[in-house]
């Protein structure tokens, strides 16, 4: 199994390693949630209240690549409701606000779980723990009825040999407690969709026939449920699911949705050229396996960037899980990955010479090839200019500058020729003025090579400018 996984990332790398995407005319497939939606599905990201401050992430996050996302912490038992009674919605109410401003559809996460709760929880006799979850989901569900589409009611109910998890509702109310949350979350949100949710449940296996059992018990006594959340937690240096398409139809066959729900590959770090075709051949997989069933409604990233994942914390010496790097520049196997998956078609940079270089915006654009700086002097830089989207009115570019050895700091300029106007730029700084525009390198990413982007505005006509380094 392994050489065969190590014989496709090789076919995958040669495929897409330098490949850039080719853009459909219709403005909005020009994004994962573009691709995704033209096929009845939602492609998100997760995120949380401290990425919110960060204005280049944000650029990203609400620019139209994803139309979902799900709170990585500020829904959970333990912010919502730190003392018996006391309710606090601030921060779930921020990442809301920030949704609904970008057009990005909320999965509430998560209602009853095991792991993150306050203290008070754990410390009530059993005989009250009914009655604190039902009043828990129902002030919680209330607040955000109309506001989220889907729950993530109760999550990870389960041990990986699909025994049930012990947890203080467990303990109190049996296996029992997953019907009641269900009940009392449809009582107060009966709009939404609502799940169960779990990790290690992608393929086949004593966990996902647990999981597989649980739903048909449950409908079988009536109880509301309309979907199931793989997490899609996943590692290189393991295999693949076994038989992850399957999986998700038998759950789909029950009448129910299937999302793809907190999905990030990680590895064991330094990054390299195999492990990062291996693991956009394991994006590859998920995206098509939920592509081939009607049923799969959507995917979520667990966040779309390295530079807040969850990873390097909890697993020691693993990382550079996500499709962005830290730098918060896409990784072109795993993001290409993901795009053919959808159904998007990628080119290589030779069949790009050819896409035009401008392009009316009653047309939705094309994406123009690269501007490259010209030789260098010895100790100097070159610098290479691309656009990566473009819509009406508005584009995101990206330059990427490379040196000898031992250079630290750079500058790269250029003058626009055709009125365009830098809005938002992330891992560089810059001046505009007029149509001349100067980045100089941020502290992180003094020493080249370094990437840096930024969203601008055009009209009429959007011309790949000459760059300049130093």
């Known amino acids: 199994m392994r050489r065969a996984l190590l014989a496709g990332a090789a076919a ?56 979902q996302t799900t709170p990585g912490n500020s ?17 779930g109410d921020a ?73 203080p509702f467990y303990n109190a109310m049996g296996s029992a407690y997953i019907a009641d949350a269900l009940r009392t979350a449809r009582a107060a949100d009966p709009d939404a969709k609502l799940y169960i949710n779990d990790y290690n ?46 999986n998700l139809q038998r759950f789909a066959d029950l009448g129910l949705d299937v999302a793809i729900t907190e999905l990030d590959v990680r590895m064991v770090l330094p990054r390299d050229a195999t492990k990062d075709a291996t693991q956009a051949t394991y994006y590859n997989n998920v995206v098509k396996a939920c592509a081939a069933v009607t049923r799969c409604v959507g995917i979520t990233i667990w966040d779309y960037t390295d530079k807040y994942s969850w990873v390097p914390n909890t697993f020691s010496g693993q ?27 990628v080119e290589s940079p030779s069949a790009s010479a050819s896409v035009s270089r401008s392009a009316s915006a009653s ?28 819509w009406p009115g508005g584009f995101q570019g990206e330059v990427s500058v490379a040196a000898p050895a031992g250079k630290s700091g750079w500058t790269v300029s250029w003058t626009f020729a055709n009125g365009q106007k830098i809005t938002q730029m992330w891992s560089g700084t810059y001046t505009q003025s007029g149509a001349a525009v100067t980045v ?27 760059v300049t380094c130093s």
Not at 42 to 57: C, K, Q, R, V
Not at 100 to 118: A, D, I, M
Not at 139 to 162: C, I, L, M, R, S
Not at 363 to 390: D, E, F
């Open 363 to 390: 047309a939705s654009a094309s994406v123009s090839p690269s501007a490259s700086s010209s030789p260098p002097p010895s100790g100097s830089c070159t610098a290479t200019y691309r656009i990566v989207n473009q």
């Open 75 to 91: 829904m959970k038992w333990d912010t919502i409701e730190p003392t018996q009674g006391t309710f606090n919605y601030t921060k």
């Open 201 to 246: 449940t992608d393929g086949m296996g004593a966990k996902s026939d647990a999981m597989y059992n649980l739903v048909k018990s449950l409908q079988s006594q009536g109880v509301p449920i309309d979907g199931v959340g793989f997490q899609g937690h996943l590692a290189i240096q393991y295999g693949f699911p076994s038989q992850m398409q399957q």
């Open 12 to 67: 995958l790398v040669a495929a897409v390693s330098t490949a850039v995407v080719m853009v459909n005319a219709d403005a909005a497939t020009q994004t994962l949630n573009g691709l995704a939606a033209a096929h009845g599905r939602y492609f998100g990201s997760a995120t949380d209240n401290g990425e919110l401050s960060d204005t280049a992430y944000t650029a990203i996050l609400g620019g139209g690549e994803f139309g």
């Open 440 to 466: 100089k390198n941020v502290s992180y990413n003094a020493s080249p090579p370094a990437t840096f982007g930024f969203l601008a505005d055009w009209s009429g006509t959007n011309a790949v400018p000459a």
């Open 319 to 345: 990382g550079a899980a996500l499709p962005w790097d830290e730098n918060l520049a896409k990784k072109p196997t795993a993001y290409n990955a993901i795009v053919t998956g959808l159904g998007g078609t």
């Open 95 to 167: 990442i809301v606000t920030f949704a609904q401003q970008h057009n990005l559809k909320v999965r509430g996460h998560t209602l009853v779980w095991h792991s993150q709760l306050p203290g008070w929880v754990s410390s009530l006799p059993a005989a009250q723990l009914q009655a604190a979850m039902e009043n828990h989901i129902t002030q919680e569900a209330t607040h955000y009825k109309g506001k989220v589409f889907a729950w993530d009611v109760v999550n990870e109910p389960f041990n990986d040999d699909g025994t049930f998890r012990t947890s």
